[in-house]
Protein backbone atom coordinates (compact mmCIF):
# COMPACT_ATOMS: atom_id res chain seq x y z
CA UNK A 1 0.00 0.00 0.00
CA UNK A 2 1.72 3.44 -0.52
CA UNK A 3 1.68 5.64 1.72
CA UNK A 4 -0.51 8.84 0.56
CA UNK A 5 -3.16 5.68 0.10
CA UNK A 6 -3.70 5.33 3.66
CA UNK A 7 -6.96 7.35 5.33
CA UNK A 8 -5.00 10.04 6.85
CA UNK A 9 -3.48 11.19 3.54
CA UNK A 10 -6.05 10.74 1.41
CA UNK A 11 -7.49 13.89 1.29
CA UNK A 12 -3.68 15.68 1.11
CA UNK A 13 -3.31 13.89 -2.11
CA UNK A 14 -7.05 14.74 -3.32
CA UNK A 15 -6.84 18.17 -2.88
CA UNK A 16 -2.83 19.05 -4.09
CA UNK A 17 -4.16 16.99 -6.94
CA UNK A 18 -7.17 18.90 -7.45
CA UNK A 19 -5.16 22.17 -7.30
CA UNK A 20 -2.23 21.15 -9.45
CA UNK A 21 0.56 20.95 -6.92
CA UNK A 22 1.15 17.02 -6.58
CA UNK A 23 4.56 16.68 -7.76
CA UNK A 24 3.47 13.13 -9.31
CA UNK A 25 1.33 14.80 -12.25
CA UNK A 26 1.88 14.41 -15.49
CA UNK A 27 2.75 18.02 -17.73
CA UNK A 28 -0.93 18.04 -19.22
CA UNK A 29 -2.58 17.54 -15.55
CA UNK A 30 -0.84 20.35 -14.19
CA UNK A 31 -1.63 22.77 -16.71
CA UNK A 32 -5.02 21.31 -16.83
CA UNK A 33 -5.88 22.00 -13.31
CA UNK A 34 -3.86 25.13 -13.01
CA UNK A 35 -6.12 26.65 -15.69
CA UNK A 36 -9.37 25.30 -14.14
CA UNK A 37 -8.78 27.21 -10.81
CA UNK A 38 -7.59 30.34 -12.53
CA UNK A 39 -10.94 30.33 -14.41
CA UNK A 40 -12.69 29.84 -11.40
CA UNK A 41 -10.42 31.91 -9.65
CA UNK A 42 -11.65 35.01 -12.26
CA UNK A 43 -15.70 34.05 -12.23
CA UNK A 44 -15.40 35.18 -8.60
CA UNK A 45 -13.41 38.22 -8.81
CA UNK A 46 -15.32 39.86 -12.20
CA UNK A 47 -18.59 40.51 -10.04
CA UNK A 48 -16.86 41.85 -7.46
Known amino acids: ?5 QPYY ?3 KRLS ?3 GVWPYQTRKELCLQRSLIFFLYII ?3 PE
Do not use: K
Open 10 to 12: RIT
Open 17 to 19: CFM
Open 44 to 46: QVI
Open 1 to 5: MDFWD
